[in-house]
């Protein structure tokens, strides 16, 4: 984690330019903290099977923030949840105005691949990595996941539909994280399939806990605005919370299993960032 | 030109999705004609030197124009432009809201480089292109240019800026089109660097016509909203329409020179495109 930081802080996008808050507006939150999940994904994987590669694996797992950074940018924008805080800090737009909000998150989605590309790795390992993120992180994953949030608002969906939803929208990307971790090692294909399933579900997971989040904290506690998913296609208002908490511990249940499955090394690097979902049932 | 057309079609994004409108609010701008300036630089190149290689450069081209197309959608959206047409088409964020149109072109952004992922071409020439296209078409490039001009929207720059802003905005993924093509088929890097400074002015040639038509013709001629450019860093408003014809027509007059020493080959495979713009000034 230090050691991802450290190159995130070294890797801002920086450019030198007579626009005044050009390269601020592209950091800000980049900075705002946040958990690095999908980084940690990728290098606890990498660290698991080939710690040498350790250092060719920072860039890879900055494109996943840059990408995960900029969709929380063009989220909370006022077309989309007109959200004023993330992370515990202003929102760019609130900070700026739409505009530069819109063109920090355009600015971090297409420099995500400029890091892969630079990335010291093998050419046909970065080039898989950036089909893969290119793939889930984009028209056939996460924009389709907020498009379809966003079209049916107001209207609700079957169960079925809303999974459909949040696996787009949220565990596609949180899936190729290990999976491109899974491709810089060079496991063997079940084995790559077999966590980029595992990471499906631990994204449905992550969203239904997100959800209780949402019913269940204040602002403060959770760092960003809550409550304010009262119209949308949330776990909470179609099954409500008592059966959202359910789902969540029969999915923390069954990924535990499957995790307790998974290659020694691979469940030693994981353990950490995985007790905090998959064992947050039994506190 | 044809066969680029048929390949476009052939590559729309295309999700099987509940979302009623989600393939065609990705479609409609890539389908709304446009000159394809950017792909018929990149394959004329190609076409030049490598004709073997022209069915694999079909996917970066196409990357290059959906590259484009998604800042044209930005561009034009209420907080930027606030344009409701273009190519002579109703914009996306009048056709459904500003929220598809934002997730529209953050979807071709990101897709762009899936296409050269894809492509049937050498990982080593691939990476090499993710490289320049996320370079120029990002925070390096394009996005800097647009950003530059929203910020000095009604603050005058010196021409020194205003060319700095256009080289940015329009000139760089102009001149990474051509550059493109040269890796693609393998030039000398003296060679490259060439096209690539000769793309550098042909963008802002183009940029001070654009200006100049903006200028002069009306909404049906240039087939997008004109004359909305009265408080922005247009050559126009800068030095007048006088000195940006003569401008225009300096820069014209040196490209032309430039052009007659290339190969004789990309001479003949660009020289229909570039008539239009170097001899514009003589007709």
Known sequence: MQRFEAYLKANLPTVETFHPHYNDSLSAMLLAGGKRFRP?????????????????ALAPALALEFLHTYSLIHDDLPAMDNAPLRRGFETLHVTYNEATAILAGDALNTEAFYHIAKAPLRDDVKI??????????????????????????????????????????TAKLIATSLLMGAVIV?????????????????????????????????????????????????????????????????????LEERFNHFDEVLQKALYDMMKHYLYRHRS
């Open 186 to 254: 060079g496991l063997a294909k079940a084995k790559q399939e077999e966590l980029y399933q595992f990471g499906i579900d631990l994204g449905l997971l992550f969203q239904i806990q997100d959800d209780i989040i949402d019913e269940t904290q204040s602002e403060e506690e959770a760092g960003k605005t809550t409550g304010n998913d009262g119209d949308k296609n949330s776990f909470i208002n179609l099954i409500g919370l008592d059966r959202s908490m359910e789902e969540a511990e029969m999915l923390a249940q069954n």
């Open 128 to 169: 898989k990595l950036v089909e893969l993120l290119a793939r889930d992180g984009g028209t056939y994953g996460m924009v389709l996941g907020q498009s379809i949030d966003l079209h049916f608002e107001n209207e609700p969906l079957t169960l079925e539909k809303v999974k459909v939803l949040h696996i787009n929208k």
């Open 40 to 56: 940690m994904l990728l290098l606890s994987v990498v660290e698991a099977y080939e710690p040498l590669l350790f250092e060719g």
